[in-house]
């Protein structure tokens, strides 16, 4: 935000006296000023999301996150994948935001699946079902 | 490489997926009682994002997919694939 008296300044009529060079050199340089923080703005906004993020919640009120959850993003076409490598799962969505909705469900549904299949997983699920177990907890109620 | 939905629910079907409806489509290989490999597809229609990890669920390298793609592999060819990547 450009300070309010800068903009008083940028906006305000006229010097009381044209002639006044000291005040016209302020507002020159509050104008050059307010253009900087302007940009600094924009780029602020313009600035790309990292590309992984830690989880700590799966939106779902019977599993509780106890170790954060890496994820990390990808382009495809018009979709943006969310990937949790370490529970070789994935998400997407049309933006980043959809797409970490998608793979907190998606992940929460593996933990449910893998639990109530435990006793007949094969090798590398029964793998991802003890790395679950390592993040997620079930909550007993 | 890109698998069409299509593409995919005709290799889950050759292959014998369990398949269970739920938000996304979640199939699962069972061979003998036990849960080898797992994926999901979601319901729209056309080319499926996630492509990639789709692939690596079903533990097949491009080559193997692309023959699953074109009806040359069958369950038994996959259970050996599966067999000897140690999944078995």
């Known amino acids: 935000m450009i300070p309010t008296e800068q903009l008083r300044i940028l906006n305000d009529t006229p010097a009381s006296d044209p002639a006044d060079e000291a005040h016209i050199e302020q507002k020159t340089q509050f104008r050059e000023l307010g253009k900087a923080q302007i940009a600094d703005q924009i780029k602020r906004a313009l600035k790309p999301m990292p590309d992984h ?9 019977r599993l509780r996150v106890t170790s954060p959850i890496k994820i990390t993003f990808m382009a495809e076409a018009q979709h943006v994948i969310a990937e949790a490598e370490e529970f070789n799962e994935f998400g997407y969505g049309s933006n980043k935001s959809e797409s970490i909705i998608d793979i907190q469900h998606t992940i929460s549904e593996l933990f449910l699946t893998l639990e109530a299949e435990k006793e007949a997983l094969g090798p590398e699920l029964r793998l991802t079902w003890l790395s679950l177990q390592q993040k997620i907890q079930k909550y007993d109620y | 490489m890109t698998i069409k939905v299509r593409e995919l629910d005709r290799i889950l079907d050759k292959f014998q997926f369990v398949v269970r409806h739920s938000r996304d489509l979640l199939a699962w ?12 597809r979601s319901w729209g229609s056309g080319d499926l ?16 997919l692309r023959k699953a793609i074109d009806c040359t592999l069958n369950r038994d060819d996959y259970i050996e694939i599966l067999r000897n990547k140690g999944l078995l």
């Open chain 2, 49 to 64: 994002p996630m492509q990639h990890s789709i692939r690596q669920q079903l533990k097949l390298n491009e080559g193997e």
């Open chain 1, 53 to 61: 993020i830690l989880i700590g919640s799966l939106r779902d009120g």
């Open chain 2, 29 to 40: 290989f069972v061979v003998d009682g036990k849960v080898i490999v797992r994926t999901r």
